[in-house]
């Protein structure tokens, strides 16, 4: 994917990771970004690890695996916060 796919398919999953998961974290639109986009690469090796695949680009699949992703990222921040 280009550049501008993974920032517009990170946004996205970082505004549903943000929406699954309310709270009072910092950060604004850059952070939801980069929240989606590591959250993309955590889904992609934990999925990897456990056989379900891979993340493959602009599609349903990549974006529930990169959602799980930045999900794990929120759950671990928030732990360490505590």
Do not use: E, H
């Not at 929240?35 to 992609?44: N, Q």
């Not at 699949?61 to 999900?71: E, K, L, N, P, R």
């Amino acid at each position: 994917m280009g550049m501008i796919s993974w920032m517009v398919m990170g946004l996205l999953v970082g505004i549903v990771a943000k929406f699954i998961m309310p709270g009072d974290d910092p950060g604004g639109f850059i952070m939801t970004i980069i929240l989606g986009v590591a959250g993309a690469f955590v889904g992609g090796f934990v999925s990897r690890f456990f056989g379900f695949g891979d993340f493959t680009g602009f599609n349903f699949g990549s974006f529930v695996i990169a959602t799980v992703g930045a999900i794990i990222l929120l759950i671990g921040y928030r732990m360490l916060k505590k």
